[in-house]
């Protein structure tokens, strides 16, 4: 027979209300550019896998044309994030407010 399952405490709520929502209240700080961060990465890979393609003996060619590769698919990833970037922000400016 299976042991019965420890269960878990229960949380305990906060007696404190939550802080009143005022314009005076400095706004949240801006949103990182996750597309940046993202394509970052993208030439962090490509940098790295002809240098472990290498290290690992593949053929200097091979390598490259890995790299190569890696970096078409990056930039046109990169393109398409643009773009779709800034289709968004159109739209965001086409939007009435009610």
Same mark, same amino acid.
């Given at each position: 027979?299976?042991?019965?399952?420890? $269960? #878990?405490?229960?949380?305990?709520?906060?007696?404190?209300?939550? #802080?009143?929502?005022?314009?005076? $209240?400095?706004?949240?700080?801006? @949103?990182?550019? &996750?597309?940046?961060? +993202?394509?970052? *990465?993208?030439? =962090?890979?490509?940098?790295?896998?002809?240098?472990?393609?290498? *290290?690992?003996?593949?053929?200097?060619? &091979?390598? #490259?044309?890995?790299?190569?590769?890696? &970096?078409? +698919?990056?930039?046109?990833? *990169?393109?398409?994030?643009?773009? =779709?970037?800034?289709?968004?922000?159109? @739209?965001?400016?086409? $939007?009435?407010?009610?």
């Amino acid at each position: 027979m299976p042991a019965p399952r420890p $269960t #878990a405490a229960p949380r305990a709520e906060s007696s404190a209300p939550p #802080a009143p929502s005022t314009a005076s $209240t400095p706004s949240a700080p801006p @949103a990182t550019d &996750t597309v940046r961060d +993202v394509i970052g *990465w993208g030439v =962090f890979g490509c940098l790295l896998v002809p240098v472990v393609l290498l *290290w690992c003996g593949s053929a200097p060619v &091979t390598a #490259a044309g890995a790299g190569l590769g890696l &970096t078409a +698919v990056t930039g046109a990833c *990169w393109m398409l994030l643009r773009h =779709f970037e800034r289709a968004a922000a159109k @739209a965001e400016r086409q $939007t009435p407010v009610d």
